[in-house]
C-alpha cells in the first residue's frame, strides 16, 4: 500500500468494515475484460457467502474463471477543504481483497450459508422452501488476503 499512514491493519476493524457494509462489489476477469457488479452478501469466518441465479453474466465468467476480488466500504463523503477544488478529498473506511469462488452443493450446505448471507440484513430466522434452494445458486469465496484502508 502506498500510503501507509491509511492502513488499516487490524483484523477486528477490518470485519468491522466488512460487516457494517450494505453492499459487496466483487470484481470478475473474463477474457482479460473485467467485470464488477454489486451484489447481497453474509460473511462468517473469512468466508464470503453469494446467491444468485443459475445462469447469467456472472455465473458464467466464474465458471470460466473462479479468481475474484472484492471490495467493500463505508462512511464515504467529500471534504472540502478550500475552495480551490485542487484541494478537496474524500472519507472512507474499505476494505479489497482476494479469493477463489466455489459453487456450494448440497441443500443442507445451501440453506447454512443462506442463513448467514440473511443474517447479514436481518435478525429474523428464514424458512426456505425446497424449490428456493434447488432453483438458487449458492457460492462462497473463501479469503485468500485483504487490506484495509481509511481516510476519516
Keep these: 500500500m502506498r500510503r501507509n499512514d491509511k492502513e488499516i491493519t487490524d483484523p477486528k476493524r477490518i470485519e468491522e468494515i466488512i460487516r457494517k457494509s450494505s453492499v459487496c462489489r466483487l470484481g470478475l476477469c473474463r477474457d482479460n475484460r473485467a467485470y464488477i457488479i454489486p451484489v447481497n452478501f453474509g460473511y462468517q469466518d473469512r468466508t ?5 441465479a443459475h445462469e447469467g453474466t456472472k455465473i458464467d465468467i466464474l465458471k470460466k474463471n473462479p ?3 472484492f471490495e467493500f ?4 463523503g ?9 484541494n478537496w478529498s474524500n472519507r472512507y473506511q474499505s476494505v479489497i481483497g482476494f479469493g477463489k ?6 441443500i443442507e450446505q445451501k440453506r447454512d ?12 430466522k428464514f424458512d426456505y422452501p425446497f424449490s428456493s434452494i434447488e432453483n438458487t445458486l449458492v457460492y ?13
Design 113 to 124: 450459508a443462506l442463513d448467514i448471507l440473511m443474517a447479514n440484513y436481518s435478525d429474523k
Design 78 to 86: 467529500i471534504v472540502r477543504m478550500e475552495e480551490s477544488g485542487c
Design 48 to 52: 464470503l457467502y453469494f446467491h444468485s
Design 67 to 69: 479468481n475474484v476480488c
Design 140 to 152: 462462497k469465496v473463501e479469503i485468500e488476503s485483504m487490506t484495509g484502508k481509511q481516510a476519516i
Design 101 to 106: 469462488a466455489v459453487i456450494i452443493e448440497g
Design 73 to 76: 466500504d463505508i462512511d464515504m
